[in-house]
């Protein structure tokens, strides 16, 4: 299973390199959550504050990973790959060191920027080195990785909060940062694949920037940084969230009225024109707004709902992450040896059945039951997580990988905040507006109501992304051209 993609030297270097990036690039995402109440504590300011070391990497991370990737078609995606793992490991030393909460905010930026450079371009090396016929398998590797580094997050960060220091947590990236520097360092003398005309020209700056700003006033458009209730719909979450929503729409009309003009732009919207691409990367949001959606509803079900602690919240959670070690590989072999057209709407369709029987039961089970009757949207998630991006991946040609590289990683962002976004507006409509009035084991049926609208918001999104899922069909000659370059050539 494993075997043919080792079975070269340069091979080995990618997988390991780009296995150990996902791994950093996911410890310090969701991982680094659990620091925020102590951070606020240590620094004496409120929780919303703390929250920006979160939302200044989403912002980072979301709105430059396309032109990260962009500039690796110009400059070598190994080259800005590199880049980002030295930009990640530093940021993140800098941060232990920070003395005040904007040091940290600052420094938590570079390291979104390095993620942004890493993800935008881990995708692409990968398509570059692995043929169509063996991406389930390779793109199963990282994942798997990317589970394993939120195991270790989820086991250690409280640990180090609750006896040594939230620095340490920090600290942890330092030497997963440097395995992962020298194990990308070998890369840069892989030989270049040969160029293709027009492709990797000139960098579209103000395509890339406007793109960047109307990716910042998304995911800004789901946070609560207005003043007031964290809700969607107090007066003031209005003032603040309705606007953001049409000042994204202008700016995502503005970029392509603009990029239609450009001669080299940051996309080619012509790229949309291809079935197959515009459906995998559909796809792709619709599943990230399920992920998002569970790590936002799960811990209010958890904690609210049920009226337990936030470490609780791991236990429901730990055998999604766990069958992550297992499962992509598995999935990612099936993909590769008999291309199952029914693979990833089924997989779709599991999460979604998933969550519809959580959404059920929950207000007739006990909390212990919650991890069992979670495993179909665990098995689900594992499973489509790694096949899609090789879907994607294989949409569109070589040349273009790039582009696609970047918007895999763009349309990953995007389903995060309409995710999260989503899933709070649903939930917060089956709260009643006199909750603060009451205990917490009074609230708790309202939370687990609110739990079921929001489950079935997502049941409805996510049997859409399976439609999309059942109709993408991959032309054969897309697969020919689609094909990669000579196993000597890694990088462009």
């Given amino acids: 299973m494993v075997r043919p993609l080792v079975n070269t030297r340069q091979r080995r270097e990618v997988l390991v390199a780009v296995t150990a990036a996902y791994m950093l690039v996911q410890l310090s995402s969701l991982p680094v959550a659990l620091s925020l109440p102590t951070l606020a504590d240590y620094f004496s300011t409120s929780i919303d504050d703390a929250a920006w070391i979160v939302i200044i990497y989403l912002l980072m991370l979301g709105s430059l990973v396309l032109l990260a990737a962009r500039l690796g078609d110009r400059y070598g995606h190994n080259r800005i790959f590199l880049a980002g793992l030295v930009a990640s490991t530093v940021g993140s030393g800098l941060i232990a060191l920070s003395q005040e909460l904007w040091h940290v905010v600052m420094w938590r930026a570079v390291t979104g920027l390095g993620a942004a450079m890493v993800m935008g371009n881990a995708n692409a090396i990968l398509a570059a080195t692995f043929g169509p016929e063996e991406r389930g398998r390779a793109f199963a590797i990282p994942v798997t990785g990317a589970r394993l580094g939120t195991l270790i997050g989820l086991a250690v960060f409280g640990l180090f909060l609750q006896f040594l220091s939230w620095r340490f947590v920090f600290v942890t990236f330092l030497p997963l940062g ?45 946070s609560h940084v207005h003043e007031g209730e964290e809700s969607f719909l107090s007066s003031e979450g209005l003032r603040y969230h309705i606007p953001m929503h049409f000042l994204f729409l202008a700016l995502l009309a503005t970029f392509i ?53 936030p470490l609780f919240v ?27 057209r029914y693979l990833r709407p089924g997989a779709m369709a599991l999460i979604a059945g998933g969550f519809l029987f959580v959404g059920l039961a929950a207000p007739h089970i006990s909390f212990w039951m919650l991890p069992l009757i979670m ?34 990683e763009t349309t990953r962002e995007l389903g995060h905040a309409l995710g ?22 009074a609230a708790q049926p309202f939370f687990i109501q609110g739990f079921r609208m929001s489950s079935l918001m997502v049941v409805f999104t996510l049997m859409f992304g399976a439609v999309l899922a059942y109709f993408h069909r991959l032309p054969a000659q897309r697969q020919a051209t689609a094909a990669p370059a000579p196993a000597h050539m890694g990088d462009d």
């Fill in 178 to 222: 440097v395995l992962a520097i020298a194990a990308a360092l070998p890369m840069l003398k892989h030989p270049r694949a040969p160029r293709v005309e027009g492709v990797g020209g000139s960098i579209d700056w103000f395509g890339g920037i406007l793109l960047a700003g109307t990716a910042v006033v998304l995911i800004l458009s789901g």
């Fill in 257 to 309: 009225i603009v990029e239609r003009r450009m001669r080299n732009p940051v996309i080619d919207l012509r790229h949309f024109r291809q079935k197959p691409f515009s459906l995998a990367l559909g796809s792709n949001v619709t599943y990230h707004f399920s992920m998002l959606a569970t790590m936002t509803l799960i811990p209010i079900l958890v904690e609210d709902g049920f009226g337990k602690s």
């Fill in 314 to 340: 791991t236990v429901v959670l730990l055998p999604s992450q766990s069958l992550g070690l297992v499962m992509p590989m598995l999935a990612g072999w099936v993909f590769d040896r008999y291309q199952p």
């Fill in 375 to 408: 495993l179909p949207i665990a098995i689900g998630t594992n499973i489509f997580n790694p096949i899609n991006n090789a879907t994607v991946m294989n949409s569109l040609a070589l040349e273009h990988r790039g582009v696609a590289s970047g918007m895999l």
């Fill in 420 to 441: 999260a976004t989503a899933a709070a507006g649903a939930l917060a409509l089956a709260l009643p507006s006199t909750l603060d009035l009451l205990s917490s084991e």
